[in-house]
């Protein structure tokens, strides 16, 4: 059974950089594409982008100039960074698997961590 | 403001049927594939449906989803306590390059 599970800290200074790691057991990173999601508080869910072995990448338009998701195979697992953080990127961070092309995230996902953005 | 729209609130009594809707557009839905989820506060969101109307395995055939041009339904037959929850409709966006979600629908179990 594919498991994931985020982790990183659950407070950020405003203006510094939000790093988060997703660990995979169960399954490789190596195949399907591994992406990352957020929920603000009160709002709905948001795609933050994917990654693929292969090198692709995918960023929300929204957020990609300051977002990087990269792909660690070694320890199996992948991350998130997203910079110059404000109190708009308080949410709770999912990471979840994307079993196909242009579909959203299926059954796999993180149980979330949540992240807040202090001034 | 999301993308897909979706009721904020849902309710039924134990037993009964609801049926919460999601609508969008050519870009979205009436392209692609609708997916629901169920989110529960401190557990991982939980794949209902998938590829429009598919259940995995384990989800009841209480579930079942439908969709039409840039609409689809999620139907929760015989409904349960355990029911209630927040629902997520998503579906892949050919103009952002990535999925989309709705707001979320609360569904209260009376």
């Known amino acids: 059974q594919v498991q994931l599970q985020e982790s990183g800290p659950g407070l950020v200074k405003a203006s510094e950089t939000l790093s988060l790691t997703c660990s995979v057991s169960?399954?490789?990173?190596?195949?399907?594409?591994w992406s990352w999601l957020r929920q603000s508080p009160g709002k709905g869910l948001e795609w933050i982008g994917h990654?693929?072995?292969?090198?692709?990448?995918s960023y929300n338009p929204s957020l990609k100039s300051r977002v990087t998701i990269s792909l660690d195979t070694s320890e199996n697992q992948f991350s998130l960074k997203l910079t110059s953080v404000t109190a708009a990127d308080t949410a709770m961070y999912y990471c979840?698997?994307?079993?196909?092309?242009?579909?959203?995230?299926?059954?796999?996902w993180g149980q979330g961590t949540l992240v807040t953005v202090s001034s | 403001q999301s993308v897909l729209t979706q009721p904020p609130s849902a309710s039924e009594t134990p037993g009964q049927r609801v049926t919460i809707t999601c609508s969008g557009s050519s870009s979205n839905i009436g392209n692609n594939y609708i997916y629901w989820y169920k989110l529960v506060p401190g557990t991982a969101p939980k794949l209902l449906i998938y590829k429009n109307n598919q259940r995995p395995s384990g989800v009841p055939d209480r579930f079942s989803g439908s969709k039409s041009g840039t609409s689809a339904s999620l139907a929760i037959s015989g409904l349960r306590s355990e029911d209630e929850a927040d629902y997520y409709c998503a579906a892949w966006d050919d103009s952002l390059s990535g999925p989309v979600f709705g707001g979320g629908t609360k569904l209260t179990v009376l």
């Open positions: 979840a698997r994307i079993s196909g092309l242009r579909v959203p995230p299926g059954e796999y």
């Open positions: 169960g399954g490789s990173v190596t195949t399907y594409y």
């Open positions: 990654v693929h072995n292969s090198g692709s990448r």
